[in-house]
């Protein structure tokens, strides 16, 4: 158990809907990520927090896509206006400045 | 850009073998790696890491080990057995606080 834990599972909803994913990290990891993994591919990375700061975004990550820290504890990702090819799983990963555990991730499939 | 790859895409191991998962990267300022094993459906899980300053680390029937030379890294596990079965992917810090991974290689435990 590493602590991330990641709300929900599985979301199926249909282009042109707005979604958000939740993440809930143990108290103590102050860095909070998120990631993009496609089948067959490695994640990819989208941005980061430390505290409530995001303090890096991935050119991955379009304006239609925000993630918000509010109190630097769980986090939020929500994607407006949802296309086919946002399906994919989105993962949070929590940790210090270099190890990185991950959350088992909400898997999206736009139809 | 910058990327992490891997020799192989698959790998059938005997159970009770020895396994070597191999992973080459391109970014010479790479000062972090880690390796994750990810189960189908669920978020990758946390296995070894290791800091360029070091060339092998070892775990629990795992060892890692990294060349800068030839900016290679390998993962071994010993004595596998079928709850090995999975993807592993490598993955590098280059000090930006974002991990940048390869597509995986899937490890198959053959009883």
């Known amino acids: 158990d590493t602590g991330v834990s990641q709300n929900p599972r599985h979301k199926i909803t249909k282009r042109g809907q707005n979604v958000t994913f939740r993440c809930d990290p143990i108290?103590?990891?102050?860095?909070l990520y998120w990631y993009r993994q496609t089948l067959g591919q490695g994640p990819e990375f989208l941005t980061y927090f430390q505290n409530e700061a995001q303090l890096e975004k991935s050119r991955l990550l379009s304006d239609r896509f925000s993630a918000e820290r509010p109190k630097g504890s769980f986090s939020t990702l929500e994607i407006q206006r949802t296309e086919q090819g946002d399906s994919a799983m989105y993962l949070c990963a929590a940790g210090g400045l270099y190890e990185q555990y991950f959350g088992p991730g909400t898997r999206l499939t736009v139809t | 850009g910058e990327s992490v790859g891997l020799h192989l895409p698959t790998l059938s191991v005997q159970e009770g073998d020895n396994s070597i998962i191999n992973c080459a990267y391109s970014?010479?300022?790479?000062?972090?790696f880690i390796w994750y094993k990810q189960e189908s459906g669920k978020g990758p899980q946390f296995i070894i890491d290791?800091?360029?300053?070091?060339d092998k680390r070892q775990g629990q029937r795992v060892t890692v080990l990294l060349n800068k030379t030839v900016k290679h890294l390998s993962l071994q596990i010993a004595a596998t057995q079928p709850g090995d079965s999975a993807v592993y992917f490598c993955a590098e810090n280059f000090g930006n606080e974002k991990l940048t991974f390869g597509t995986g290689t899937r490890l198959t435990i053959i009883p």
């Open positions: 108290s103590e990891h102050n860095r």
């Open positions: 290791i800091r360029s300053n070091m």
């Open positions: 970014n010479s300022a790479s000062d972090y």
